[in-house]
């Protein structure tokens, strides 16, 4: 089977492998794609192949997709008709690794690997590989060693062609970066002129420097630093670099959920106005108290800034493509910019 041959449903099928979609929400391909040989053949090289797959999910995540696949080829094949051995036999070894090992599957720290494809472009597929450490967020205040909905919506904005031009060629600055997710796709997909990435955790900065480094990057392209808002910037690295090598645009993604950080926030985009006054921000998040978004619309406006939701509704997972996300509750992208006196 050819690169020409492949029914898009695998391919959608193997995007939401990669980026460790719950197997119960994969778009599992059709029974009779799962009974063609070659099809098998293609799922073992695309999907469990180290050779061919540089970035694996961890053996846990493979195992229980593994487990599924081979049900669904079963139900699927004739009689005289077997399972692939390449899959059979992949999955004994996993089960024989995982018996032996004994690793918890939350003590791992997967591979999440998201497919970016560029509105327009011709170009193939792309990709953006962020090592999560999600065991790390659960019972803890730090959100960050995961990419969540926003980022992912705000991402797909970005891939567009609207949102392409907002970002090439510019010098951008992130807050709350978390995983990096949105640093290392301006970096490495959307042509940024330089990316400063930045997240009030020290944790999440060394974690956010491994990704940049995963992804082939260096300082050069984009920089990872600790940032807390609220922090006079006066006489500090931003003021610096404000003057040196100036921000056109400042992305965030799911910043605005703690009330008592939204306060801080603002402050920290009042004086990078007071620096750039001509700054674009771009912030995103999902709308998960309405209350919460509304106070940090609040404090916008009495700040002076102008806010603008940009009309770019997500798509059910049914529609979508790539960077596959949950849009159950709203998710909104706003352009926060300096309201002129």
Known sequence: MTDSDIDQRLVIFRRQYLQLFEPDFLAWPPLKLLKIADVQTWLYKNLFDASRVPHLP??????RVLKLLIVRIEKAIEEQDVVADALTSYLGSLMTDEKTSGLESNQQKPYVTFTCIKDGSGEPESTVTILERRHLVSGSKTTGF?????ALHLATYLLSAAGQDLIRGKKVLELGAGTGFLAILC???????????T??????????????????????????????????????????????????????????YEPEAIKSLVST???????????????AGVIRNAQTYEVFRQECLTSRFSLQEVNFPAKSIREQTSLFYAAAMPVKILRVTRASS
């Open 187 to 197: 970096g490495k997909q959307l042509a940024a002129k330089h990316v400063t990435t």
């Open 269 to 283: 985009l009042r004086q990078l106005f007071d620096l750039r006054p001509n700054l674009l921000v771009i912030i």
């Open 199 to 256: 997240d009030g955790d020290e944790g999440v900065v060394e974690a956010l420097k491994e990704n940049v480094a995963l992804n082939g990057l260096d300082e050069k392209k984009v920089e990872a630093t600790k940032l807390w808002w609220g922090d006079d910037l006066k006489g500090t690295w931003v003021e610096c670099e404000c003057e040196t090598e100036p921000y056109d645009v400042v992305v965030g993604a799911d910043i605005t």
């Open 146 to 150: 995961r990419t969540w909905e926003g």
């Open 58 to 63: 961890p053996p846990s995540y493979q195992a």
